[in-house]
């Protein structure tokens, strides 16, 4: 007896890889928002002024693209392997 595509069954690996997806798409979203409040307050109004302080906030800008740059990354290689995964097997 051959099984078939009528007897493919739901791909686990695949069903596992959404559900990671799905929970790292809601940690990416605590991550990438954790230096908003402090990458607002230095570059709204002035709260801190001086040589250092523009080191510290362009080393906060920096730091908050590197982060959305890495998560980003996680999250294209999750998809790429969901992509990459049948359905059923």
Same mark, same amino acid.
Request: proline content about 10%.
């Given at each position: 007896m051959n099984s078939g595509p %009528?007897? %493919? *069954?739901?791909n686990p690996r /695949? $069903?596992?890889?959404? $559900?990671? &997806?799905?929970e790292v798409k809601a940690r990416i979203a605590i991550l990438e928002a954790a230096l908003d409040p402090a990458h607002r307050q230095f570059t709204g109004q002035p709260v801190w002024v001086g040589p250092k302080a523009r080191t510290f906030a362009e080393d906060l800008i920096a730091r908050r693209a590197r982060l959305r740059q890495a998560t980003r990354a *996680? &999250?294209?290689a999750l998809e790429e392997e969901l992509r990459v995964t049948?359905? /059923? /097997?």
């Open positions: %009528a007897d %493919a *069954i739901p /695949r $069903q596992m890889l959404e $559900q990671t &997806l799905v *996680i &999250l294209d049948p359905s /059923r /097997r």
